[in-house]
Structure formats: structure tokens, C-alpha cells
Antibody, heavy 119, light 107 residues
Framework: QVQLVESGGGVVQPGRSLRLSCAAS????????MHWVRQSPGKGLEWLAF????????YYADSVKGRFTISRDNSKNTLYLQMNSLRAEDTAMYYC????????????WGRGTPVTVSS | DIQMTQSPSSVFASVGDRVTITCRAS??????LAWYQQKPGKAPNLLIY???SLQSGVPSRFSGSGSGRDFTLTISSLQPEDFATYFC?????????FGQGTKLEIK
């Protein structure tokens, strides 16, 4: 069965960096586009980034553009989110999600990894 | 960015009730809309995509309709496991955006 397992979250000071990983199994990872989505009590669900199956098409939300980088290693069945210059407002639960098709919908989600940005 | 507005923000209902949740987009999005269910401490779960297509494994009591700017999610006969929060999401353009959620609570 499809499984997505996020890791790498934690408590970090403002301005610091963190790299999230999402290990995929149960499907052919290299043929699916992927997304990162976060959820915080104050801002609800917020889509962050999208990467095509081969990494050739990438989109970001304006709130993270220039600070966050989505990438993938298809040989390791793993999706990444490099988060730099973290801010208090980046505090949230971070989910990776598989794309249903054409970058439109999210058909499988991981359980999430929490990120807290605080001094 | 396309803004998604759900109503109501919360609704109280009983097992067996028929419930309708609405979602309005700030501009036309064709039929490019999804509905998700989220239970406390869990990730969202895709219910409906392309406004009215039922995701595999989702019970047929869930249905979606609408196009353009106005959409609805209907649960025909509430079951105990349906009490959760529901979100709509537009897929017409990047950034993908979600509604603020509708919490379905037991009356």
C-alpha cells in the first residue's frame, strides 16, 4: 500500500535551516509528481511546493519562494524540502502528498512532521 | 491567488441527516475542485476531485457538484465516522489554495 513518511521536523531558531524528508513506498515514486503542504492553526492548510515526477517542473507558493527548495531523489524514493531563513510563521505541521495527476490534487498524504520556529 | 470561501464554518448535525457544505471561489475555476476530510491528528483524505468524481474507496454517500465559482459537498446520510473537518481546494492555478474548513459536529 502507498506510504509516505515525513521526517526531519523539530524546534529551530528563527533564521536557521531545516531539511525535511519524505520516504515513499508502495508505488513507483519516479512516475508521480509530489507536493508539500503545511497546516498551522492560524493559517489552515497551505500548499507550499510542487515537483514534477522527473524534477523538471517546480512551483512554489510566494510565502516560501526563495527560502524553501523542493527536490527529489528517485533512486532513493525520497522527496525533500530544504527550508532556509525560517520564521516564526513557518511553524506548522508539514505534509508531503502524492499528486493524483497533472499537479492538481493530493491523493495520498503522509502523517506529517512538526516544525516549530522559536527562539 | 484564488481565494476559497467555505460556509458554514461549523455545522451541527445528527446521524442519518443530510448535510451540505458550500465552497465559493473568488474567480471561475471550471470543475477543478477537490474536497478533503480531516480528522483530529490525521492528515487530510481526498474524497472528491474534479468537483464530482468520487475518489476510490470513498463511500457513495459523499457527492460533489458545481462548476465555475460555486460548489457543494453533500453527505446523504451522516454516519458516526463522518464527524470531521472538511476542506475544499482549487486546482485551476498555482498556488493551489484551500478553503478555511467546515467542522461537522454532532448535534
Amino acid at each position: 500500500q502507498v506510504q509516505l513518511v515525513e521526517s526531519g521536523g523539530g524546534v529551530v531558531q528563527p533564521g536557521r535551516s531545516l531539511r525535511l524528508s519524505c520516504a515513499a513506498s508502495g508505488f513507483t515514486f519516479s512516475t508521480f509528481a509530489m507536493h508539500w503542504v503545511r497546516q498551522s492553526p492560524g493559517k489552515g492548510l497551505e500548499w507550499l511546493a510542487f515537483i514534477w515526477h522527473d524534477g523538471n517542473n517546480i512551483y512554489y507558493a510566494d510565502s516560501v519562494k526563495g527560502r524553501f527548495t523542493i527536490s527529489r531523489d528517485n533512486s532513493k524514493n525520497t522527496l525533500y524540502l530544504q527550508m532556509n531563513s525560517l520564521r516564526a510563521e513557518d511553524t506548522a505541521m508539514y505534509y508531503c502528498a502524492r499528486d493524483l495527476g497533472k499537479g492538481r490534487y493530493f491523493d495520498y498524504w503522509g502523517r506529517g512532521t512538526p516544525v516549530t520556529v522559536s527562539s | 491567488d484564488i481565494q476559497m470561501t467555505q460556509s458554514p464554518s461549523s455545522v451541527f448535525a445528527s446521524v442519518g441527516d443530510r448535510v451540505t457544505i458550500t465552497c465559493r471561489a473568488s474567480q471561475g475555476i471550471g470543475s477543478l475542485l477537490a474536497w478533503y476530510q480531516q480528522k483530529p491528528g490525521k492528515a487530510p483524505n481526498l474524497l472528491i476531485y474534479s468537483a464530482s468524481s468520487l475518489q476510490s474507496g470513498v463511500p457513495s454517500r459523499f457527492s460533489g457538484s458545481g462548476s465555475g465559482r460555486d460548489f457543494t459537498l453533500t453527505i446523504s446520510s451522516l454516519q458516526p465516522e463522518d464527524f470531521a473537518t472538511y476542506f475544499c481546494q482549487q486546482a485551476n492555478s498555482f498556488p493551489r489554495t484551500f478553503g478555511q474548513g467546515t467542522k461537522l459536529e454532532i448535534k
